[in-house]
């Protein structure tokens, strides 16, 4: 998933990836709102007995909901100057997402790793697709959304076999369970995500395509780590969900002492991937190094926040952990903005770059704060979990920037 993305940097203008990296953000805000949560409750109902919400409910809501958005992208692409507009692009992106986010989940919640990770990577290794076509000369910008239309399409015609094999009749009740579970789940997915994909929005929205450019290849190149959180999640999957919760309190702390281990071996050899990540990451890294190093050490937050997420959806106690979160976010986001129309002002791309970078950084700090802060309140306490990866995290950050400026 992770070197989908930066091939892809390398084959295409920055501006045209910088288009993509915001569609995708946009995406997944949109998966989760409009997916009402639904991917993110197949653990609930297929792991933890006590849940009555239906699995063939789930999987109708989610068919009808991606053949709606498919409908409107179709619409948006015959009456669309260009077939790449974002009224194209981003409910097309967005019906992707959904429908893959649903089957990755029902793969771990299986157990099947190796199928999880590789459907996790479709939809970029789809756009990796459509851009090598391109780069090749078998067609035009249009071809990105033919191939992700194709994949979308496919991954619909997989939900509607797997509803018809196991449908049972309708029940107005049997809506109303899956939505008490998931809807509590979308809106700190929701928060989640805002806090973590914020970065590329806000620049896409104040500031220009090219320092957005800029920001996701780093933050493609750099997020490499958070492959050892996908492999630890992954393989843990079924077991976050079964373990009793004195075990999982002690077990879980190797999630986020094994992303800083990743990072670390990252930075320490960071000079050494250029050939491997591509010509274009090692010219950006060497231009922003210090940048990209913030960046770096944002891995194990991005981690760590997706670990509590988790857990939020485990104890049922996603719907009272958002209004904290949501509380923190009304008041940081907008800073964020104002900092970054801020620091545009002067054209300085490495400026402004290392100023959002900053900021972004207490902004994720302060996030995932704010959830320690509303778990503990609600009776939780996984004091060992959240210092190993605040330990991790400050542990990295003090090490690259000593290292830099001595």
Same mark, same amino acid.
């Given at each position: 998933?992770?070197?989908?993305? &930066?091939?892809?940097? !390398? ?7 910088? +288009? ?30 006590? #849940? ?6 789930? %999987? ?67 756009? /990796? ?5 391109? #780069?090749?000369? #078998? ?6 959304? *033919? ?12 939900? &509607?076999? *797997? ?44 500031? !220009? /395509? ?7 290849? %780093? ?35 190797? &999630? ?5 281990? =990743? ?17 274009? =990451? ?29 857990? !939020?959806? +485990? ?20 800073? %964020? ?36 802060? *509303? ?18 995290? *400050?542990? %990295? ?5 000593? +290292?830099?400026?001595?």
């Amino acid at each position: 998933m992770f070197f989908s993305q &930066i091939i892809l940097a !390398n084959l295409v203008s920055v501006e045209l990836y910088g +288009r993509l990296e915001l569609t995708q953000s946009v995406a997944v805000l949109c998966a989760l709102i409009i997916g009402l949560g639904l991917p993110a409750s197949v653990p609930l109902v297929l792991l933890r007995d006590e #849940v009555k919400a239906r699995w063939d409910t789930g %999987l109708l809501l989610t068919g009808v909901i991606a053949v709606l958005l498919l409908f409107v992208s179709a619409i948006a692409a015959l009456s669309s100057d260009t077939i790449t507009s974002f009224f194209v692009l981003i409910p097309l992106a967005t019906a992707a997402l959904l429908l893959q986010g649903l089957w990755a989940t029902v793969l771990k919640a299986k157990g099947k790793s190796t199928m999880a990770v590789s459907l996790e990577a479709g939809f970029w290794v789809t756009i /990796l697709l459509g851009g090598a076509l391109i #780069v090749w000369g #078998v067609g035009h910008q249009s071809i990105l959304v *033919a191939v992700l239309a194709i994949y979308a399409a496919l991954l619909l015609l997989w939900t &509607i076999r *797997a509803y018809y094999d196991i449908r049972m009749p309708f029940d107005l009740a049997d809506l109303r369970e899956n939505l008490r579970v998931s809807l509590p789940l979308m809106v700190i997915g929701l928060l989640s995500v805002l806090a973590v994909y914020s970065s590329r929005i806000i620049l896409g929205t104040f500031s !220009n /395509l090219e320092v957005l450019g800029l920001y996701a290849i %780093l933050f493609r190149a750099t997020a490499v780590p958070l492959v050892g959180h996908q492999l630890l999640i992954i393989g843990l999957f079924p077991k976050l969900f079964s373990w009793d919760e004195a075990i999982l309190k002690q077990r879980a702390v190797v &999630i986020p002492l094994g992303v800083t281990v =990743f990072a670390l071996a990252f930075w320490l050899l960071v000079d050494q991937f250029g050939a491997v990540l591509g010509d274009r =990451f090692a010219e950006v890294f060497v231009q922003h190094r210090v940048t990209a190093l913030l960046i770096l050490s944002q891995t194990v937050l991005w981690s760590a926040i997706a670990l509590n997420d988790l857990l !939020n959806s +485990r104890l049922q106690i996603a719907g009272r952990v958002a209004w904290y979160a949501a509380a923190f976010l009304l008041i940081s986001l907008p800073i %964020l903005a104002f900092v970054t129309v801020r620091s545009n002002t002067d054209g300085n791309v490495g400026s402004t770059l290392m100023t959002f970078a900053v900021w972004h950084s207490a902004l994720m700090l302060g996030f995932y704060l704010t959830q320690c802060i *509303a778990i503990w309140r609600n009776g939780h306490r996984y004091t060992l979990l959240w210092l190993s990866a605040l330990g991790g995290y *400050a542990a %990295l950050l003090v090490l690259f920037l000593f +290292r830099e400026f001595t």
